[in-house]
């Protein structure tokens, strides 16, 4: 009878990484994992910003009433609305807001300064400046003495560079980030200067691409969207599509198909609609025009602000459970990578005391050959009467052979006890790493605030974390199993390890119990309901444990699969590690309920 311990036994590549990076590779590693699955950080281009603003001429001719800050994100409330405008660097972005605003907002300079230079102020226009990311309120208002100010507010939606710049009569007052650069300074008292940019405005200017692209040397991409206000890199690639046109070195031949596609795209533009794609339920981009190129699902809004708001609500969140996941991870590496470092001091030490029986052997041959040997030798050579080989065996001259025999015996013992003891805390410590790759793997699979709050809670248990006492805890509803159904069998996938026990407690003896082959991995379980299990639906059940494995990305992956009476949980186990025997390995292709 075999009994297989679910565990790791292919962390031998990750284990080069953290010797090599540590905490540092994972965190990069999450950021490859958040970008790889969908988590795209896409630009607010010129359209979309243009299609807001059109529909934001509503809160002209308003008072603002207050301007608050939060995480990035500073709000101009006006009487009838309020703007949201996100500078954060991986998604700027400006919508406006549901009149939620928080009573826990931050304290920042710019925003005390903001408030007593243009609270109360009447809104008199809100452009954006041509096609490019930059939108300018202008605002009007009467002093304490009667002076009336007319105030300019720049707000650049540029990633990294977002901004938000206060003017008055040409004069910078302040900023959201004081800057200088080569380009223009952006400090209290300098004169203000627009970033300068060569790109044509497409919907006035779109004539003057003639005289651009004689001497334009790059790919056709390139020719757009550094030429073209408003076109970003995704954009460039739907002109390209439509024009049937791969990208190559611009040539003269290419141009007029070009013209004629973002023709097209600006008549497409004018229906005012902005449109959502959706890569597995998804948000993965948002256009002021269709991105046929994409070929994914999507939703077409006529309501642009309603479009922008639900598109980086969901970025947004997806950010937000990132940098959770990351810490959380963080501390998981951080113990990996400590016991990783005790294992190679264990295994050397094993190394050293693995010979403990040739100690015996030295002590045997000394007490039985001790009458032939003289004292005061530093070295005996000793013929084995077992194997007839001569063995050298080093001597203390200060010892009688007696002695040195007694010696070599205590060596002997000594070493012995200490690799039983080593050995067992290897097994111990390989246990415990095979846990942590299994935490660290549910850490990947979190979806929402309630997966990340039961695996802080296991962390807690273990000792990896200690809990945050708040006068107010969020009450978050358990996280359940993933469950679908396949040919009218029920199959549970579980998202931790507290769910994966809990799969199994509660399981009937003949429900099936699969889990990938020496990788860290999901519990899945296929419900009988007291019939017998087809092929096909244990060949899907398997395709499922696969996918939410380790071994997502690979093929031909090992499965083991049993009936739940051959699972077992002992008490010296660690959640979500089980005992199984009488199984099956199939071997298959991953798949996730996603792909189905």
């Known amino acids: ?146 002076t009336k100010h007319l ?10 560079h977002s901004n938000i710049i206060i003017v008055e009569d040409n004069k910078i007052l302040d900023a959201f980030k004081r800057i200088a650069t080569r380009y223009r300074n952006i400090l209290p008292g300098e004169k203000f200067k627009l970033f300068t940019s060569s790109k044509i405005n497409p919907k006035t200017d779109l004539d003057k691409l003639i005289h651009l692209h004689k001497n334009f040397e790059g790919k056709i991409s390139e020719f757009i969207y550094k030429n073209i206000q408003g076109f970003s890199k995704i954009t460039a690639n739907e002109v390209l599509f439509r024009a049937n046109l791969e990208d190559r070195m611009f040539s003269e031949d290419d141009f007029l198909k070009i013209f004629k596609v973002i023709r097209e795209l600006l008549e497409e533009f004018e229906q005012n ?79 050293k005391n693995s010979e403990y029986e040739k100690f015996r052997k030295w002590g045997e041959l000394l007490k039985a050959y001790f009458y032939k040997i003289d004292n005061f030798q530093n070295e005996v050579e000793l013929q084995d009467w077992e194997t007839g080989e001569k063995i050298k065996i080093p001597l203390d001259d200060a010892k009688t052979p007696i002695e040195n025999a007694n010696y070599y015996f205590k060596l002997y013992n000594k070493k012995k006890n200490k690799l039983k003891g080593l050995l067992e805390r290897k097994k111990f410590i390989e246990k415990e790493l095979d846990y942590l790759y299994q935490i660290w793997y549910s850490i990947n699979e979190i979806e929402n605030e309630r997966d990340i709050e039961e695996i802080k809670k296991e962390l807690v248990e273990i000792g990896l974390m200690k809990e945050k006492k708040t006068k107010q805890k969020k009450f978050f509803e358990r996280s359940v199993p993933r469950k679908t159904e396949y040919n009218g069998f029920i199959i549970y996938i579980g998202k931790n390890n507290k769910q994966n026990d809990e799969l199994v407690k509660k399981s009937s003896k003949d429900d099936l119990w699969l889990h990938a082959h020496g990788m860290p991995g999901a519990h899945v379980i296929v419900k009988s309901g007291g019939k017998e299990i087809d092929e096909e639906t244990l060949k899907y059940a398997a395709q499922l444990a696969a996918g939410y494995s380790k071994g997502r990305n690979s093929t031909n992956v090992p499965v083991d699969y049993t009936k739940i009476k051959n699972v077992r949980k002992t008490k010296d186990l660690r959640p979500g590690m089980v005992l199984y025997d009488n199984y099956k390995t199939i071997y298959v292709n991953p798949r996730r309920l996603d792909d189905v």
Do not use: C
């Open 273 to 351: 609609n902005i449109y959502i794609y959706y890569e597995k339920n998804n948000p993965v981009e948002i256009s002021a025009f269709k991105l046929n190129h994409l070929g994914l699902k999507y939703r077409t809004y006529v309501d642009v602000s309603l479009a922008i708001s639900e598109y980086f609500e969901w970025i947004e969140q997806k950010s937000y459970l990132f940098q959770l996941k990351k810490s959380l991870e963080n501390i998981v590496v951080n113990k990996i990578s400590k016991l990783e470092n005790v294992l190679t001091k264990i295994e050397e030490e094993i190394r």
């Open 1 to 146: 009878m075999t009994i297989t311990l679910t565990g790791l036994k292919e962390k031998n590549n990750l284990n080069i990484h953290f010797k090599q990076s540590g905490p540092l590779w994972a965190a990069l590693f999450m950021l490859y994992l958040f970008v790889s699955k969908g988590g795209k950080l896409v630009p607010y281009d010129g359209f979309v910003m243009n299609q807001f603003i059109k529909q934001g001429q509503f809160i002209t001719n308003n008072y603002l009433k207050n301007i608050y800050f939060k995480k990035n994100v500073v709000y101009f409330s006006f009487t009838n609305a309020d703007l949201k405008i996100s500078i954060n660097p991986n998604f700027s972005y400006m919508t406006f807001e549901k009149r939620m605003l928080s009573n826990e907002m931050e304290r920042h300079f710019f925003i005390d300064f903001l408030r007593s230079r243009i609270r109360n102020s009447k809104l008199l226009s809100f452009e954006q400046l041509g096609f490019e990311r930059t939108a300018k309120l202008t605002l009007e208002k009467n002093d304490e003495i009667g």
């Open 151 to 160: 105030y300019e507010i720049y707000i650049d939606i540029m990633g990294k």
